[in-house]
């Protein structure tokens, strides 16, 4: 039983459990929605923006400024290399207090300063190598070390500049003053990096540049005091390779940190930026190790201190090109995050380029995320807010109109049953209504049930309706009921008991147990006098009451099955259709054990469309129909047969232990095919004939599509042979002739679209050694059908040869028409299918477009199609007319041999390429060739030698007496009218020479 709930409770918890859901659906929007995530996302996006921007100026500034020094670094080497050579001495004499050296630096000295003013550096310095044979652990070598702190503001003098290391001599040549560290010599050890690095390195690989050996160091305090610096050094070397020593620059780390702005971080300081290096071979297993160069901003010390080494771990849950890190930091209880950028400082086959120097922007995880954690705390500051403001108001909306619904209850509850009732109006419209509509209840209950009654009965609807109260075991029913399952009698609304019911229902066969238990069941009640009844049941329990609806559904049954049926067989055969023949054969094939030996036959009628012609459509009906009469008659259970379309059908012979037993059914069919007579109109009589074509399961295939088209090919090529017989599937003969059954499309397609080309490939006067003509050949331009000989095959076959000549003609002289300019004078030579002409409506188009162009045009008759009487009568009558010339194709290879020649007398003759190929190398070919010439000379023919290749050929001909050659030789086909090759022009022209000059 379902619980009683007041009015007050069913408003105010869907209210209540709205607000939650509405409040509880703005957090999952902001909190799962990615809002907060967001805004932790644009705040590390934003970071690596700027550290991103700070890299690249610190880049360009390391690379274009502090360390471009090269002009200088040539100059310097050519002065020590200069001095050192008219002194007579070498590097070796190059030692603290030599003479030479504090000439060679007051040399070069004011080089030194320009440098260290344009490169703006805190300093710059150059130590010579001295001697080599020097094994003490720390050495002493002679140079010079020049710094200025504030290489921004610079003097007219060299005030601002202090002496590090130099000779005294040189400092007061230089007039610059001496730092209180000041030293005459440089002291190099194991550990300075700066000079030992580059040296190595040049000495290492003598073919490195300078600037690929240069290397950028740190923590070098040159000047031993506590300026902590970086510096730049390359190697400098003479015109032989000997190393001179390293000229560097420094930069202080104060100077470093100006321009490592931290406040461009976070406007509050707390970001600090860290110059550091990443040594790229060391494993990083434990996480990133960055070497600490130098930092800005003071909180970098409340972060790590001092440490000079830290470890950061990649973080693939934050944003950006995976350049944020993040550690935790050694003194605040936090995590610190940082963004990682590489500065590209070596060539990547440099020998420092391991040594990976990195600029990282660092922030505490609270100055990071610190935005989005405070617009958290007020968005969930307004939820609470409006989760306590949205309570309040949803109590009281929902108190007071369950107050005046319980009024309204009391009200009707203690009113007399047998008046009507008055409600007063509590002025809420919905509540009004209400009340109007209990008012109104009571005097139209009893007009509304005999309404009812009448409009079922005008409807002529065959339903009934029961309801069973089995705590009262009764059952009412309505007459309809009665109706439904006796229709022959007159029944009136009845009152029965359960077990009077349960009589009656099991004339639908169904019991009282199982009633409660459904909702719908169909139940079919046969006839004593045949046929049958269809009733639909419906049920619907409720409490210890059934209610229930019968309805006599015999009428939609049998529409049903009438439309199923016509769904699935063809109206004018009564056979099965092409989809339910699919779906009976495939679910056949579902069960290959039951297949075993398997046949699907292909049947297509030969006379139809002479019956449709001659008689009419519905005599080619009743064709059709009678070899629908036959497959029929002739089916067992072991076939499906079906009708395709027009007049193609299918069989389908499944479940047969031997090949033998299809055979024999298959020839069964065709003889009752043949011995069935259909009377025609005119009173005559025709018997079925029919091609067919058959697959074999599995053989041939084990798939139903396979199957269906190697049949569909096995009937193509009995139809395309010998009509009226059976053709089995031939894998061989499907691998050479299946792309004519599927190319009758491509085939209209090239006919209706104009898909083809013509290209020139021109023809050679021998003795004039000049372009006598083109011939013209076709391109077309289809993926499936690529060569002209495909298209005449196909053609052929779908007896479209007179579309493809018409094609032909017109195509031709639109490419003549198109660079006729090009071509006036030359002959133009067109392949023309032998048996077939134009008729007078096309050759008088052709005539009125391109007629200009006729004196110009030979006709080539190929031999490998046989010539048509009256058809080669109308071209030699057209040639004359039009004053063409005949030229015969491929003469030795096709039909017509000297019979035609005889009878054509063409002016040419083209000789097929199988003769010319090898006619340099084969005697009896070349005296088979020469027999040509003299005969065609005889009755004044011209000889055209096609298919010329190579150069031997073309000589032999040339000797032969050959009037004209063609060829790739000379040149190939083209769009546009070619030129022949040049170097072929060329040998011909000797060959014809050469014969010339031995006759």
Known sequence: MLKKRSVFNRILIPLIVVQIFQISLFGMLVFSGGVITKL????EEILNERVINRKNYLENEMIQRWSNFSIYQTKIEEEIEQQLSEAGMTVADLVPGAAVTSEILKKIGPDLIALMRRNTVTGVFLV????????????????IYLRDLDPINNPYDNSDLLMERSPTDVAQSLDIAMDVSWSPRFKIGGESYFYNNPVQAIRSNPDLSSEDAGYWGYGSMLNEDLIKTITYTQPLADSEGTVLGVLGVSLAEDYLKTILPSKELLADQSGSYMLAILDETQPQTDGLTLQKVTHSGGVFIAMFGEAEELIFQKDADVSGDGALIHTSALKLKQKIYGSLQPLDLYNSNAPFSHQRWVLVGLESQEALYGFSGKMQNSILTFMILSMLVGLAATMYASYRPSRQIGALARKVRNSNPNKPIHLDPIRITEIDQLSQAIEELSKSVAENSSRLSQIIGMLSIQIGAFEIELEKNSVFCTSGFFDVLDPQADHEDQMLTLDEFSRQLRLLDLDLDELGRLREKTVKLEQDGGGARWMRLKTAARAHTILGVVQDITAEMVERHRIEYERDYDVLTNLLNRRAFQRFAQERFEHPERLKITAFMMMDLDNLKYINDTYGHDCGDG???????????NAGPHEIAA?????????????????FQIRQKIEQIRKAMAAYEMELPDGKSIRIRASFGVSWYPKDSRNLEELIKYADFAMYEIKNSVKGGIKDFEIESYRKDSFMLHSSEDLNRLIENELIDFVFQPIIDVQSQTVYGYEMLMRPKMEKLKTPSEVLRIARAQSRLYQIERLTWFKAMEAIDRYHQRLQGKKLFINSISSLRLTPQDLEELDRRFGRYNSQVVIELTESEKMGEMATIHKRQRCLDQHQEIALDDYGTGYNGEATLLDLMPNYVKVDMSIIRGLDRDLNRREFYEGLVVYFRSRKIKILAEGVETREEMEALVDCGTDYMQGFYFRKGELIPPDPSPEAMEALRNAVKKKNDES
Do not use: C, Q, W
């Not at 932790?40 to 705040?43: K, L, T």
């Not at 001697?131 to 002679?142: F, G, H, M, V, Y």
């Not at 009708?643 to 090949?659: H, K």
């Open 643 to 659: 009708r395709m379309s027009g007049d193609e059908f299918y069989v389908l012979f499944y479940g047969y232990e031997t090949d």
């Open 128 to 143: 010579f190598e001295g001697p080599l044979n020097d094994r003490a652990e720390e050495k002493e070598k002679s140079g």
């Open 623 to 633: 064709y059709i129909r009678s070899a629908a009469d036959v497959l029929r008659n």
């Open 40 to 43: 932790d996302r644009n705040a």
